[in-house]
């Protein structure tokens, strides 16, 4: 197959950016509920016009990825103190006591927890996609395939991590 058959071949694959921070100093620094509802946000900020934010329960977060609720809750929570993810607004919950999907964004733990939109260098145009603004404010990220929010709830632990 010629280079340019290849080339043509992979253009094709919709893919989705997911930030180089999720490592450090070789190890990944999510534990596996964490990357899989990571890897939901971030297939979420990426659509285009998203501008890194996003919204989604807690319990369509549990159908994507195979997690119980409060593994949920706990993996959002855990990805907010490692700032990861931020809230726009103060989380809302409803009669029974459960997170609402409340407006959040993406941002970065190398900009201090500080939204990725709103980053130096940041992609000023109105409405930007998670991997332009990770490319505008010069921030590593790698694709991974994304169809694999669609077989997320089938991969837990190390299965998902490699």
């Known amino acids: 197959m010629s280079n340019k058959h290849q ?13 180089q921070f999720v490592f450090r100093d070789g190890s990944l620094q999510l534990t596996p509920s964490e990357l899989a509802v990571y890897v939901c946000i971030c297939n979420l900020a990426e659509r285009p016009r998203s501008n890194g934010e996003f919204s989604i329960s807690v319990d369509e977060l549990s159908t994507l990825t195979g997690y119980e ?28 006591g459960h997170f609402a999907p409340a407006p959040r964004t993406v ?13 130096p260098h940041a992609d000023r145009r109105e409405n930007s996609s998670l991997r332009s603004l990770l ?12 169809n694999i929010v669609e077989i997320l709830a089938n991969l837990k632990g190390t299965p998902l991590g490699v």
């Not at 941002?107 to 980053?119: F, M, V």
């Not at 404010?137 to 694709?143: L, V």
């Open 135 to 146: 490319f505008s404010t010069r921030e590593s990220y790698f694709s991974a395939p994304e």
């Open 69 to 96: 609720r409060r593994q949920v809750e706990r993996a959002l929570a855990g990805l907010c103190e490692k700032k990861f993810i931020g809230t726009m607004e103060e989380d809302v919950r409803d009669d029974k």
């Open 7 to 19: 080339d043509s071949l992979w253009k094709h694959v919709p893919s989705i950016a997911i930030p």
């Open 107 to 119: 941002t970065s733990p190398n900009l201090d927890g500080a939204s990725i939109s709103e980053a």
